[in-house]
């Protein structure tokens, strides 16, 4: 379970250019369900996935991750519940051109320490779940954007996260792909992990696996269905 | 003389500690006074992100205190022919009535800087910021004495003036004289050595027990205090007769100097490192039961312990070979 207890995000505060990217808000995301934070561009959407990612820490308030209080942690600490809890999936996909298919999915789990032949092993079960074993050893900039997108997919499940967050996945996707990977995001759900995507697209957001969709707008959430 | 590029390394280094100790004392007051890790207060994240990086900066000037120690004896030891009489850094620190009280201040915020490193590293390995407060007290405790030190030093650097005649090291340090350091110089050298020698092995022994059982941490931290005040008394008592060679010179600057292959580095270094290493493993002590330091304590105490042993030893070793090649015959 993900529990938001009037977590706040102010960004630049106390400059002429202080922005409210997140008034106080208060919700709780329960696990092993697909959750989607629905919103218009600016509404603050990719703020509240940054921090419940981890990637950012709010003015005040508090945030839970599975039991565990995460915004007072020391940032050492926060690297590896980046590493271990979550998995990320980026709008823009973020895969390193010059690096093949394989190497980019490996890459969140070097500093593991793990072997790299058993790092291998795993990322060759997740190509072969997303269809793309023939383009393990491609470099990334020869993907089509769909099996790019599934790349990404693969590198998000290499430390095995309890919790996907994806944020505008489908913005740069057709609707075949969009739909396909709201296809595999509803497996993930029911193989035990908990999603959440930040979406404004109906394709996401009308989803039969959606099971919950929060609304927010300038920064505030107005409404939740169901 | 204030010119001196030590003495301006020496000023920097002390003004920059200053101001970092000042800004983080004022910080930790409202850390003991606000600190509440329940609460989701804009305060309190504030607090827990700027105690990071105050604890980061602070443990640089930290640092720094801990080797302008060693940069204070070594000027003092070096400008010592500017002044009439001089011989060593003992008759520059006698040229006037501040450097000795510096230098003693120093010692003391050395090791308390040390011991609040150790400390900052054992709340730095709990995700709780277990030692928050007690590491922002000793920084409270301990400010006033930097600045003090800070004051000291820069008084016996502003009144140093060559014109003064000042002591040599035979005279501070003589036997039969009235001053503090002919009544050390006087302490009897058969007994000294066999207190030196017990100390050390006391210590050493508390030390590799601590690492077989994980206990006797205070009494390794109060051995290691005693060894340090031991360790001092026999420098000036006899191991200084053994590397002068010379039964009536008990200076403990002198062998700092290339005249003697600056022998006297190592040996501070190692009383001062095993010292403080000691010392750290009883102040880590009482927080061995802490929930979120419980791995993290036992095993950075086990660390100290092990460098406190090494320490001590490898003074044992210097001190043996020095009396072993001594040309220094004493009677019985």
Redo the contacts between chains.
């Keep these: 379970m993900i529990a938001l207890d009037k977590a706040r995000k102010v960004f630049g505060q106390g400059k002429p250019n202080e922005f409210t990217a997140l008034y106080e808000t208060s919700l709780t995301i329960e696990a092993d369900r697909l959750t989607v934070i629905r919103g218009p561009s600016g509404s603050g959407k990719t703020t509240l996935l940054s921090l419940i990612g981890c990637m950012t820490r709010p003015t005040s308030g508090r945030i839970h991750v599975l039991g565990r209080e995460i915004t007072s942690l020391p940032e050492r600490f926060l690297t590896e519940i980046r590493r271990k809890t979550f998995g990320f999936i980026f709008q823009q996909f973020n895969l390193i051109p010059g690096l093949t298919a394989l190497e980019n999915v490996i890459l969140p789990a070097y500093p593991t320490g793990e072997r790299r032949s058993s790092l291998e092993k795993r990322a060759a079960g997740l190509f072969d779940l997303f269809d793309l074993a023939s383009k393990a050893r491609s470099r990334v900039e020869w993907l089509s954007g769909g099996e790019a997108q599934r790349v990404t997919i693969a590198r998000a499940l290499i430390n095995d996260p309890a919790v996907v967050i994806a944020d505008e996945p489908t913005a740069h996707l057709d609707s075949k792909l969009s739909r396909e990977f709201m296809e595999t995001m509803g497996r993930l759900k029911t193989q035990g992990r908990t999603v959440l995507i930040a979406s404004h697209d109906p394709l996401v957001t009308d989803h039969p696996a959606v099971e919950r969709v929060f609304h927010i707008r300038d920064g505030r959430i107005d409404g939740a269905r169901p | 003389m204030i010119f001196h590029p030590l003495i301006l390394a020496l000023f920097t280094a002390s003004l920059l500690t200053g101001f970092m100790v000042v800004y983080a004392s004022v910080f930790g007051a409202q850390i003991l006074r606000r600190w509440d890790?329940r609460s989701?207060?804009?305060l309190q994240?504030g607090l827990?992100?700027k105690t990071?990086l105050v604890s980061t900066l602070l443990g640089y000037a930290f640092a720094a205190e801990l080797l302008s120690l060693a940069l204070f004896v070594f000027t003092a030891d070096r400008i010592h022919g500017f002044f009439v009489g001089a011989m060593c850094a003992a008759g520059t620190l006698k040229a006037n009535a501040f450097g000795y009280p510096a230098l003693l201040l120093k010692g003391t915020n050395a090791i308390l800087a040390g011991l609040w490193l150790i400390l900052n590293t054992a709340d730095?390995k709990g995700?709780?910021?277990p030692l928050v407060k007690t590491k922002y007290r000793w920084l409270l405790a301990a400010t006033p004495l930097i600045l003090a030190e800070i004051v000291l030093q820069a008084a016996y650097f502003l009144k140093l003036d060559p014109d003064v005649i000042t002591s040599c090291c035979s005279t501070l340090f003589s036997q039969g004289g009235t001053s503090l350091g002919s009544d050390l110089a006087s302490l009897p050298v058969a007994p000294m050595r066999v207190l030196f020698f017990s100390s050390l092995a006391l210590s050493a022994a508390l030390g590799v027990v601590f690492v077989r059982t994980g206990r006797a941490g205070v009494f390794l931290g109060l051995s290691s205090a005693a060894t340090l005040a031991v360790s001092v008394l026999a420098i000036i008592s006899f191991i200084s007769i053994y590397i002068y060679e010379l039964p009536s010179h008990h200076c403990p600057f002198c062998l700092l100097q290339a005249g003697y292959h600056f022998v006297g580095y190592p040996i501070y270094f190692s009383l001062f490192g095993g010292a403080i290493a000691g010392l750290g493993v009883g102040v880590l002590q009482p927080y061995r039961k802490v929930p979120t330091l419980s791995e993290a304590v036992p095993k950075l105490q086990k660390k100290l312990a092990i460098a406190a042993v090494v320490c001590f030893l490898v003074l044992a070793a210097i001190v043996l070979v020095e009396m072993a090649v001594s040309q220094l015959v004493l009677p019985d």
């Design positions: 890790l989701g207060s804009e994240l827990e992100r990071y730095n995700s709780d910021y």
